[in-house]
Nanobody, 116 residues
Framework: QVQLVESGGGLVQPGGSLRLSCAASGSIGSINRMGWYRQAPGKERELLATISSGGRTNYADSMKGRFTISRGNTKNTVALQMNNLKPEDTAVYYC??????????WGQGTQVTVSS
């Protein structure tokens, strides 16, 4: 059973940056996709960005230019670099792993709060 552990959330001032990390334990297969989602209070969970095992990235239009997704050399980690953060970015951020033939696994979430 694969587990995802996120880290890097916290409190940041508007205009600041944070880097979220997610590590997957166990076998993640050779064809997979890792990504980041977020959910703000009272809102649905939304896609931020994904990156495939082949390195292809996909971003929500509203995130392009501020957020960058990347995978580590071992391919079982994914990071989300977030710049120029705004109060409306406040949410719980979730890591997701999709593996061909197995489906999705979610991390427990990490809180990001943007406030002065």
């Amino acid at each position: 059973q694969v587990q995802l552990v996120e880290s890097g959330g916290g409190l940041v001032q508007p205009g600041g940056s944070l880097r979220l990390s997610c590590a997957a334990s166990g076998s993640i297969g050779s064809i997979n996709r890792m990504g980041w989602y977020r959910q703000a209070p009272g809102k649905e969970r939304e896609l931020l960005a994904t990156i495939s095992s082949g390195g292809r990235t996909n971003y929500a239009d509203s995130m392009k230019g501020r957020f960058t997704i990347s995978r580590g050399n071992t391919k079982n980690t994914v990071a989300l670099q977030m710049n120029n953060l705004k109060p409306e970015d406040t949410a719980v951020y979730y890591c997701n792993l999709w593996v061909l033939g197995r489906g999705s696994t979610w991390g427990q979430g990490t809180q990001v709060t943007v406030s002065s």
